[in-house]
């Protein structure tokens, strides 16, 4: 096996074992996943809308990596896993105006933490 399917795996098993965390509140295991990732973009939308470019550069010195070792890919995927949407998002936003950047990004903190909220009145009532 190749050192990137090693890291894929590993990735996905830490991610899945991590998530677990939602099953205390009585979340179905797939869907702790979803919350997981919904609530680590969250997070780091909430941070990007002030330091939005420290945010960004710290992604893309996750990522973009030469490196391939177990640890250093299984590094690059949980971030990409955990911040690849909130980078995609703020790349974008990056080269608009500063104050409707602001707004939309504020717009899209409260969109994933409106949806993870969704999620878990879904199950919990």
Not at 44 to 63: D, G, K, L, P, W
Not at 77 to 88: E, P, V
Not at 93 to 116: G, Q
């Amino acid at each position: 096996m190749t050192a990137k399917l090693i890291s894929i795996l590993l990735t996905i098993l830490f991610i899945s074992l991590f998530s677990l965390i939602f099953v205390g509140i009585d979340i179905p295991f797939p869907t702790t996943i979803i919350m997981l990732l919904l609530l680590t973009n969250a997070i780091t939308a909430f941070f990007s809308i002030f330091v939005q470019r420290a945010i960004i550069e710290r992604y893309n010195n996750s990522f973009v990596t030469n490196k391939v070792d177990v640890l250093s890919l299984i590094y690059k995927y949980t971030t990409f896993a955990f911040y690849g949407l909130n980078d995609a998002v703020q790349s974008v936003l990056s080269l608009i105006p500063w104050i409707i950047n602001k707004l939309l990004a504020l717009l899209f903190f409260f969109l994933l933490l409106i949806n993870w909220l969704i999620l878990l009145i879904m199950y919990n009532g």
